[in-house]
């Protein structure tokens, strides 16, 4: 009598793939919503840059928001502030109508 020799098997175990597309774990409409939310920060950073001209005063702050102050102006801050706030209300709107899609 001979004994079947067993041969490893060749095919490999079930594995989901490395790069497998996923969700997205940021909902379109929060995309959305915070950039509705950044104009109105702009306009305020706007109006607190107008009152600091007007004192005469140090204008003092977070590095970022004086260099942008420095090379714009208070204009050039608040279109900044409304263009970001255009792209990510652009991306969230995007973002949603994909998944609206996705579900369909």
Do not use: C, D
């Not at 909902?27 to 109105?40: D, K, M, N, Q, R």
């Not at 001209?53 to 608040?78: D, F, K, N, P, Q």
């Amino acid at each position: 009598m001979v004994a079947a020799i067993s041969r490893p098997s060749s095919r490999k175990p079930a594995t989901a793939p490395a790069f497998a597309p996923r969700q997205n774990p940021i909902p379109g409409w929060a995309v959305a919503l915070f950039g509705l939310a950044v104009i109105p920060a702009g306009v305020a950073e706007y109006v607190m840059l107008g009152k600091a001209e007007r004192r005469g005063g140090t204008i003092s702050g977070h590095w970022l928001e004086i260099a942008m102050y420095r090379m714009l102006g208070r204009e050039g801050v608040l279109v900044l502030f409304v263009l970001v706030g255009a792209l990510f209300f652009a991306a969230g709107v995007h973002l949603w109508r994909k998944a609206q899609q996705q579900q369909e």
